[in-house]
């Protein structure tokens, strides 16, 4: 059918023509959202799950939810390059906030206080800081330790207060939680905390892969009590074919039923799959309704794409020896599997392998959904190992010449 007229859009943050399930955290945010406004108590919220799930576009839609309800947003994504980013996204985004509630009215106490520490923060973090020009540099108001546990709360909590003010308040929306250095999450972390024990009206909501449930020890329970963890998961049958039908739908064609069923096979229901198999079906179909053997026939294509859009970039990035590694892991099925016995089908030991298990997990490849576990990060990440490197190859370490 005509390619232009396609409603499926394969690609990561693109929203979908049509979007379908969520509702339940839909409906915990709208209350979090009230009750933020209200200066009541909310729990911090963390979306977790694979690659290609809809995690990016669940954030923007609570986004905009937030931002209909007149609440003061942030919003960034943590890249994932190595070091701390933190102050340096925070820092313009804050000063937008603090902009926009400037206008609202006449600046005041709560707003200079807040412009003040936020040039001294960025100060000591070294970022660029073209704000406010009211509010002389005030030593003495804080936010410039330079340790970021000290100075988060403290800026999170002026933005609050002057938020406050305006009667609103503000929700910090992150994505890729996942690549925030090991003290920035805590900082954050402890900042959430402080933040919480006051009746400031501020929000976290954060998005990542599945890892960050397995921070371990006491920053664990810390942040259990802390956060209320959501996962999002795969599509089920039903929302499967809504995704599918309702954009079709929009373009006045349909799916048969047949057709549903056999793309929810072939896809496990992960949202970026389903849009890939109902854009290649779309485009390969002669007329609507898109029938069961058009899916089939559109199959080779929907892989294909994948393979190119979705597996390749992440495999490429891989070293030989990290390589190996996924495939020993895609050899045993999707997963979760011990740790050991990865290191059992590439005939060595889990310490041998020790490394380069920590290396892919900080690469957001596999991730640990339990001790001594590992899984794929991205769904159907086996299947694509298999296809890629059709044979295994047992680990040989490297030896140096003599
Ligand atoms: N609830 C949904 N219903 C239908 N399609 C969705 C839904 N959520 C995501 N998608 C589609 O799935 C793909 C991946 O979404 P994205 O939010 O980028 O995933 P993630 O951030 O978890 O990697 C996009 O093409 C998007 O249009
Ligand atoms: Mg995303």
């Known amino acids: ?6 409603p499926f859009n394969p690609g990561a943050g693109i929203p979908p023509t049509a979007f379908v399930g969520r509702a339940d955290v839909l409906e915990v945010a709208e209350i979090a959202f009230d ?64 902009r926009r509630l400037d206008r609202m009215a006449a600046a005041e106490e709560t707003l200079h206080r807040a412009g003040a520490l936020l040039r001294n923060f960025a100060a000591i973090f070294k970022v660029k800081y073209e704000g406010f020009t009211f509010g002389a540099s005030t030593p003495e108001i804080g936010a410039d330790t330079g340790d970021l546990v000290a100075d988060l709360p403290e800026i999170l909590l002026a933005l609050a207060a002057a938020a406050q003010r305006r009667k609103t308040g503000v929700v910090l929306f992150l994505d890729e939680v996942q690549y925030l250095s ?57 929302a499967t074919a809504r995704a599918l039908r309702e954009a079709a739908k929009t373009q006045k064609a349909d799916f048969t039923s047949e057709a549903t ?21 779309w485009d390969e179909a002669a007329a609507s309704p898109i029938d069961a053997e058009t899916v089939g026939k559109a199959d080779l294509d929907a892989l294909a794409h994948l393979d190119q859009s979705f597996f390749r970039v992440r495999f490429d990035r891989s070293s030989d020896y990290a390589k190996t590694y996924l495939r020993a892991l895609a050899e045993l099925g999707p997963g979760p599997h011990a740790s050991g016995k990865v290191a059992e089908v590439l005939g060595t030991k889990s310490s041998q392998v020790a490394a380069v298990r920590a ?13 001594g576990q590992t899984q794929f990060t991205v769904p159907l990440f086996d299947d694509f190992m298999r296809r890629a490197m059709p044979e295994l190859k047992p680990y040989t370490p490297s030896r140096r010449k003599s």
Request: hydrophobic share 45%; proline share 4%; glycine share 8%.
């Open 182 to 238: 090991k003290a920035e999450l805590s900082a954050l972390t402890h900042a959430c905390h402080e933040v919480a024990q006051t009746a400031a009206p501020f929000l976290f909501i954060g998005a990542g892969l599945p890892q960050l449930a397995a921070l371990s020890g006491e920053a664990k329970s810390y942040a259990e009590r802390l956060f209320s963890y959501m996962d999002v998961r795969a599509l089920d049958h039903t």
């Open 261 to 281: 069923d056999l793309i929810f096979e072939r896809t496990k229901g992960y949202p970026y799959f389903v849009q890939t198999w109902g854009k290649f079906a």
């Open 1 to 6: 059918m005509d390619p232009r007229k396609n």
């Open 35 to 98: 009750r933020t406004r209200e200066g009541l108590f909310a729990r911090d919220m963390l979306l977790l799950g694979l690659r290609g799930v809809g995690k990016t576009v669940l954030l923007n839609k609570l986004h905009a939810l937030a931002k209909s309800k007149e609440l003061e947003t942030i919003k960034f994504e943590v890249p994932d390059t190595s070091g701390d980013n933190l102050a340096r996204l925070l820092v313009p985004a804050a000063n937008t906030v603090l």
């Open 359 to 371: 290396g892919l997990i900080d690469a957001g490849m596999i991730f640990s959904p339990a001790h």
